[in-house]
């Protein structure tokens, strides 16, 4: 089954404890991504690669790092979470260059205590 | 001022209604618009895309766009209660691989009442 998964799902840290979102794709999408999203604001890009070892920033990259050492792999690092940093974070890749097509992958709920 | 701006709800209609969401947005570069679906504890899915102006059809679902309002629905006929989710606009100036992003809308609740 095509799809986008993210581990974990749900996560409880406290603030500045260094914590991976990991994220996963098989089709062989060539564009993924990081959002997050919060209640009033909508979905906000955080990050995004174009490609193995292409990353860029997005509207809120603060705070947050990538890296894309596979093509299926996009993991989130938060070097030291704060409390502002509690969300709903999705993972989403999309074939290049066609954009309408961007599958999400099922969130990760972080909350940063 | 956000860049897109839509009505959060919630929307509350009874079965078999027609359902009208909308969003307005001010950047006039925008001309790549999507409507994706949000079920509870779920990713966002696509659900109509449309390049432009102009009308897009599928099935029960139909995307309207007009450019010169700054201003796009999307139009539900004969809503059913699995049509209950939040619904998010996105728009965007150009293309993925030319370094665009999406911006979305905050997202319309919609309950259909059986």
């Known amino acids: 089954e095509a799809q986008v998964t993210q581990n974990p799902r749900y996560l409880i840290t406290v603030t500045g404890k260094k914590l991976t979102v990991t994220c996963s794709q098989n089709m062989n999408h060539e564009y993924m991504s990081w959002y997050r999203q919060d209640p009033g604001l909508g979905l906000r890009q955080i990050y995004y690669s174009m490609n193995v070892e292409v990353t860029d920033k997005g509207d809120v990259p603060e705070g947050y790092k990538v890296s894309r050492k596979e093509k299926r792999n996009f993991p989130l690092i938060l070097e030291s979470p704060s409390p502002n940093q509690t969300s709903l974070y999705f993972c989403?890749?999309?074939?290049?260059?066609?954009?309408?097509?961007?599958?999400f992958g099922p969130g990760t709920r972080l909350l940063v205590l | 001022q956000k860049e897109v701006e839509q009505d959060p709800g919630p929307l509350s209609v009874p079965e078999g209604a027609i359902v009208s969401l909308n969003c307005t947005y001010s950047?006039?570069?925008?001309?790549?618009f999507m409507w994706y679906r949000q079920y509870s504890r779920k990713g966002p899915e696509l659900l109509m895309y449309t390049y432009s102006s102009g009308n897009k059809e599928d099935g029960r679902f139909t995307a309207q766009v007009d450019k010169s309002s700054k201003y796009i629905s999307l139009f539900i006929r004969d809503s059913q209660p699995s049509d209950s989710a939040t619904y998010l606009c996105?728009?965007?100036?150009?293309?993925?691989?030319?370094?665009?992003?999406?911006?979305f809308g905050t997202g319309t609740r919609l309950a259909v009442r059986p």
């Open positions: 996105a728009m965007s100036a150009g293309a993925l691989s030319s370094g665009d992003k999406l911006t």
């Open positions: 989403a890749s999309s074939p290049y260059p066609i954009q309408e097509t961007q599958y």
């Open positions: 950047n006039s570069a925008f001309q790549y």
